[in-house]
């Protein structure tokens, strides 16, 4: 069929836009939820709720009224945009453990803030800690793989089982001095999306979008071919430490919504996904974004309708949405152009 080739990009280009559009909304949400207290936002603030309890009595839920469900939706759609982002460029370096890793790392953060809390009473942003943590982390990985000989994987799994393991310890004794829960950062659950923390995967957002799209080429340079962008005195270490440094930020964020042990999901599936039909590397970036999408979405209704936990719905409708693209593609391995 000689247009259905044309078809499909016209279909993309919609469907990015569409994401756009509601990942835009998502990111005016929160910042009228941050600025309700004055009073041009604080109408639009109060005009929205009245439409979210209209549409809870049309859909028969009591989810749309409620401040924390807006706070917890915005932020799962701004991770289907950033972590497949992301995760484009790690899968195609073969770099897909490195989100479980700054995960594990990310944890320990949080870790470090509840046991500091419980002891000084101190109420900042545990999501903050976190990301401070996981940078520090993620340097830490770059580090290590820019300075030893090993394979390029030990770095990463020194660094995953290394941070897990301070990550309990700190669990083990803050429990003992203070009894605090951790299950919902290593489950996930919507409940631990604070407004600060929502706020903070909205600024996350934009800027690892307008980063990725500052360096688009650069990245695509190093991702397909490291040692010609070496030759071309390309700052690979620069590049690198920038793309990890964002990974991490994102598995941060995240982490509210899906946990420690899922978090690295939403990096790689939606990007296996989107393999599995794209046929070059600007496409495959697209088509993730959109399968991330189509996963959180149709994981927000799974939970919201079975009471079911919002991470796990995510992942399950992420995996899928991959076996559908398995049964619908006609190849087996994905050969793409890098344009």
């Given at each position: 069929m000689p247009n259905a080739h044309?078809?499909?990009?016209?279909?993309?280009?919609?469907?990015?836009?569409?994401?756009?559009?509601l990942a835009v909304a998502m990111v005016g949400l929160l910042a009228i939820d941050a600025l309700r207290s004055y009073p041009i936002a604080g109408e639009i603030y109060d005009q929205a709720r009245i439409a979210g309890w209209w549409l809870d009595?049309?859909?028969?839920?009591?989810?749309?009224?409620?401040?924390?469900?807006?706070r917890?939706?915005?932020?799962?759609?701004?991770?289907?945009?950033?972590?497949?982002l992301v995760g484009t460029y790690l899968v195609h370096r073969e770099m897909a453990l490195i989100g479980e890793t700054l995960a594990h790392t990310?944890?320990?953060?949080?870790?470090?803030?509840?046991?500091?809390?419980?002891?000084?009473?101190?109420?900042?942003?545990?999501?903050?800690?976190?990301?401070?943590?996981?940078?520090l982390g993620a340097l830490g990985v770059q580090w290590l793989a820019e300075r030893t000989d090993t394979y390029g994987d030990v770095p990463i799994a020194i660094m995953l089982t290394g941070s897990f393991a301070v990550g309990t310890l700190i669990i083990s004794y803050g429990r003992g001095t203070s009894g605090f829960n951790v299950e919902g950062y290593l489950f996930g659950n919507i409940s631990v999306v604070t407004p600060?923390?929502?706020?903070?995967?909205?600024?996350i957002s934009v800027v690892v979008v307008l980063v990725t799209v500052a360096t688009y080429k650069q990245l695509l340079?190093?991702?397909?071919?490291?040692?010609?962008?070496?030759?071309?005195?390309l700052n690979v270490t620069w590049y690198n430490t920038l793309l990890i440094v964002m990974t991490?930020?994102?598995?941060?964020?995240?982490?509210?919504?899906?946990g420690v042990i899922l978090v690295a999901a939403m990096l790689v599936v939606p990007v296996a996904?989107?393999?599995?039909?794209?046929?070059?590397?600007?496409?495959?970036?697209?088509?993730?974004?959109?399968?991330?999408?189509?996963?959180?979405?149709?994981?927000?209704?799974?939970?919201?309708?079975?009471?079911?936990?919002?991470?796990?719905?995510?992942?399950?409708?992420?995996?899928?949405?991959y076996l559908l693209a398995i049964l619908a593609s006609s190849r087996s391995t994905a050969a793409i152009s890098t344009h």
């Open positions: 044309p078809l499909r990009r016209r279909l993309e280009r919609v469907g990015i836009g569409l994401t756009a559009v009595q049309y859909l028969g839920t009591n989810v749309f009224y409620h401040p924390f469900m807006w917890s939706i915005a932020t799962g759609v701004l991770i289907g945009v950033v972590a497949p990310a944890f320990a953060g949080v870790a470090v803030g509840l046991v500091v809390s419980a002891a000084t009473g101190w109420s900042g942003s545990l999501m903050l800690v976190a990301l401070v943590v996981g940078i600060s923390g929502a706020r903070l995967m909205a600024v340079f190093i991702t397909f071919d490291e040692q010609a962008a070496r030759v071309a005195r991490a930020v994102v598995v941060v964020g995240a982490m509210q919504i899906l996904t989107a393999t599995q039909v794209a046929q070059s590397f600007r496409e495959t970036l697209s088509l993730s974004i959109l399968a991330g999408q189509v996963a959180v979405v149709g994981g927000f209704a799974l939970s919201i309708s079975q009471g079911l936990p919002t991470g796990g719905s995510i992942v399950v409708v992420a995996i899928a949405c």
